[in-house]
């Protein structure tokens, strides 16, 4: 997750001085941002994949297409070929939080599942942790191709990397017989062992599975202002230089780690207390979705320093939230749907930050970022009452 959130993130960052080189315009650039969301709408179909070929040469080979595509992006001009290759990366990218999911179901306990899936997502938060400070360097440098190429390379090493380690626990010969079942015998009743490739239709008709959707849908355009509009943000309207961008622009992302690590501790600590998985589960995220109001905040404060603080709250409950509401798709679904389920929800997910991106896009030189602030700071409390609407604990 932190090459993936690397190769996602160098765009919002860069994008202050790409499109004053090529004299881009606001609306063109929710068009670029869209575009990748298009594609990675077609997540449902990565899982599938990724459940039907394996995970170990099925991830692979995504990581591999993504990697040359993010380096095919130092070769862009003008906002149709950004928007082209966004589209293409979107696509393969929609494969990464499915197999990170994937990862998780294999090879955590459900007790443990929590934790592991919050470390997983602190990946996608120290991605977008690099890439100030990484796109800072390049332009200073060379220019803000020269990250592209960077992230690019990285994306090729990781994948030698993954196919020299990578196996999945029945294969795995660094583990013991008791490990290898302390795994399997911690997963949720009727979900450690599939029965046999079950249908799409069938998973669709789940409610369970329409709830972290929903939830997802209202969540993630949070995450979509903070990586790819909030530089452009700073710039604009707090008036912040390159230097400050990569001293400040990445602090959201930190807070956002700490939030992957506080989701999972608060779901642990009502399991203690007594509460059920998923009641824990849900728990977490309501707690993320009443720190999220904070964010309504901050078109209005005045202080630059003010602001920066209110966008790292922001990254904090947004994290708080998401890793619980990802990780519930492994405890709500059988090993062999995770990915599929996964898939769905993250379609949901960039849906949400599509239309959000896009309504930002035609409306922002005339309303400014305030309104919609204020909404991101609102959808995740409907998100939390569906999650607690629809979700059935499983038997």
């Known amino acids: 997750m932190v090459i993936n959130y690397l190769t996602r993130s160098i765009l919002g960052v860069a994008a202050p001085t790409i499109m004053a080189e090529q004299s881009i315009s606001s609306a063109q650039y929710s068009w670029i941002t869209g575009a990748f969301q298009v594609g990675v709408m077609f ?16 991830f692979s080979l995504f990581v591999a297409i993504w990697s040359l595509l993010t380096m ?17 990366l979107g696509l393969v990218e929609g494969a990464a939080q499915p197999a990170g999911m994937k990862v998780v179901a294999e090879w955590f306990p459900a007790r443990e599942r929590g934790v592991a899936g919050g ?3 602190i990946g996608a938060s120290f991605g977008a942790v690099f890439a100030p400070p990484l796109v800072a360097w390049a332009i200073l440098s060379h220019d803000w191709r020269a990250a592209f190429f960077v992230a690019g390379g990285l994306g090729l090493i990781w994948v030698v990397a993954w196919l020299f380690w990578y196996a999945s626990p029945t294969h795995h010969r660094a ?15 009727g979900l450690a062992g599939g029965s046999g490739r079950r249908s799409l239709r069938e998973l669709l008709t789940r409610r369970d599975l329409w709830a972290i959707a929903a939830a997802r849908f209202l969540a993630d355009p949070v995450w979509g202002m903070l990586s790819l509009w909030m530089p452009l943000y700073l710039i604009k309207v707090r008036h ?7 001293l400040f622009a990445w602090l959201p992302f930190l807070a956002a780690d ?23 589960r849900r728990g977490a995220f309501t707690l993320g979705a009443v720190l999220m109001t904070g964010m309504m905040f901050v078109g209005t404060v005045t202080s630059p320093v003010a602001a920066i603080a209110l966008l790292c709250l922001g990254g904090f409950a947004h994290q708080t939230l998401s890793v619980t509401v990802i990780t519930m798709a492994s405890d709500l679904f059988p090993r062999d749907q995770v990915a599929t389920a996964t898939g769905v929800a993250g379609t949901a997910a960039n849906l949400g930050v599509l239309i959000f991106t896009l309504m930002l896009g035609s409306m922002v030189d005339v309303v400014g970022y305030g309104p919609f602030f204020i909404l991101l700071g609102l959808l995740d409390l409907v998100g939390a009452a569906l999650l607690w609407i629809l979700v059935r604990k499983p038997a």
């Open 72 to 88: 095919a992006h130092g070769l862009a001009t003008g906002w149709l070929g950004f928007a082209g290759l966004r589209g293409a």
């Open 258 to 280: 700490l939030g992957c690590l506080f989701g999972p501790a608060v779901a642990a600590f009502l399991q203690r207390r007594g509460f059920a998985l998923i009641d824990a």
């Open 175 to 189: 583990i013991g017989e008791g490990e290898r079942a302390m795994i399997l015998s911690g997963q949720e009743p």
């Open 240 to 246: 912040f230089d390159l230097t400050q961008i990569a």
């Open 119 to 121: 470390l997983y997502n």
């Open 43 to 58: 997540q449902p179909m990565a899982g599938y994949l990724l459940d039907l070929i394996g995970l170990k040469i099925g």
